[in-house]
């Protein structure tokens, strides 16, 4: 039998360190596998975000909607994994894609700074739009901070804006940043609320959302890792390991301090959730779910004798009254 199973493998210097790239784990376990496990999804997000490209009134030039439209489309792949990771993990991915790129690009001898040019033979979108999607698609959440998180976003990333440079199948085309905004902002709407077929007629946002509730248990989460809350039953109420990352991010980027020592305490916590999962347990279930592990400890097959002699010096004085 031919069984086709989605592995996810990361690379020997992240798997030991490099915080923030860790985030982009939502990208390809929320975003990928998913868009691939459903027949028919990735040529309907094509078709959806392409049409509302061409259709849209405040991107005058055709020629820059047709070219817009196009480029979104064929690095589709890797777009709705973007945005399928943000509904995943929040702003976590959005954020730490940058410092994660710009590390990269210098670790390769390239200057540390997000890329504006986008090649027809790249599947990934260019950097600064992908700075671009990912706010949109921050916008789009649901938790009230999702504002201010992507305002934050984008004056980070657009640091490095010079000129968008893009192509689908010739020569390098120069985008205007507001037409490359306005591509993002529909590319991520599109892909966040359209109701797709090959989804019975759901739309992602309705499967996957990040809330109130998720940004509350990061909060708490925080505080383990800044070492002023403990991973109580309490805090770790409704946390995932998309909360755990997350929060470790945050943490990261929003406090100066070293960070190998909130990476080691991620994979600590990370190890403390995998070991409690009672689908990672000895028996094979096919769908885990939030399955719970209880142990009971069976002594004997006959019942304890101190309470049955309670009971009967019980029964003996009530006959007595």
Known sequence: IKVQNAIVSLPPAIAHGVLV???????????????????????????AVANAIRKDTKIKSAAMKNLLATYWSNCMDETSADVMGILNMGPAPAIGMIPFFRSFLHQ????????????????????ILRVMLGASAVRGLSFAGSGAWADAILAEGLKDLTSIKLSTTGPLVTVDKASAQRSADIAAATLMNFKFNALGGHSLREIQDWKDADEQIVANLRGVFSGTATASAAVMQGAYAAHVVAAAVYESMMVVQPVAPLFTKMIALLKQM????????????LQPGNMKRDVMIQLNDEPPAAPVAKTAKKKAAIRKK
């Open 274 to 285: 995998h070991d409690a999962n009672a689908g990672w347990g000895p028996m094979f279930v």
């Open 108 to 127: 390769v001898g390239r200057p540390a700074k997000l890329r504006n040019t986008g090649p027809g033979e790249d599947p990934h979108p260019a950097d």
């Open 21 to 47: 790239a860790w985030s982009s784990l939502a990208h390809e376990t929320a975003g990928q596998d998913i868009a691939h496990a459903d027949d028919g999804l990735v040529p309907e997000m094509q078709a």
